[in-house]
């Protein structure tokens, strides 16, 4: 329960600092996806499950407050934190080089998916403008910003699940 309610108010968390701290950090146009770094994360550390949940609830946030067409960032957010969670039982989650490349390729995943399903479908074909003026100075913006992000939702992670990690690896519980 505990795990839960962490989770849900680093969610919310996320979502305030994307929409309201973010912005003021944006140089240009171009800003950070502090959402992308967030289901990478939690795809990470905890697997593809609870990457796939994370990446749908923050995505139907996102999809409640600035979505044109209900259900796309959902979608794509979701694929984000299931396709990461392939990494968690194979890598170590508290080495730095594994969520920074993983970031670069879903926050690539992300605009290009952002590209096909808003832009492309509607007949805008600016592909090497949107690429070169969105997606790689956006890429690039939110691996500097995964150095110090995910720091912090490693500490999260690892010092408030600390509990329940401890209760499930006891040889008390029955399994």
Known sequence: ?????????????????????????AIGSIKPNLIVIFCISMGLMR?????LWTGFFTGLFMDFFYGSVFGVYALIYMYVGYLS?????????????VPLFLA???DLFYNVAVY??????RGRLGVSTYLFRIII??????????F????????INYRLMTMQRKESESVWVLK
């Open 104 to 106: 670069g390729a879903g």
């Open 116 to 121: 096909v399903l808003l832009f492309l479908l």
């Open 1 to 25: 329960m505990r795990s839960k309610l962490v989770l849900a108010v680093t969610i919310l968390a996320t979502i305030l600092l994307q929409s309201t701290l973010v912005p003021q950090i």
């Open 47 to 51: 697997g593809r499950k609870a990457g």
């Open 137 to 146: 100075p956006e890429m690039f913006y939110t691996l500097l910003l995964t």
């Open 148 to 155: 110090p992000v995910y720091r912090i939702y490693y500490f």
């Open 85 to 97: 969670g392939y990494a968690c039982m194979v890598l170590y989650d508290d080495d730095i080089k």
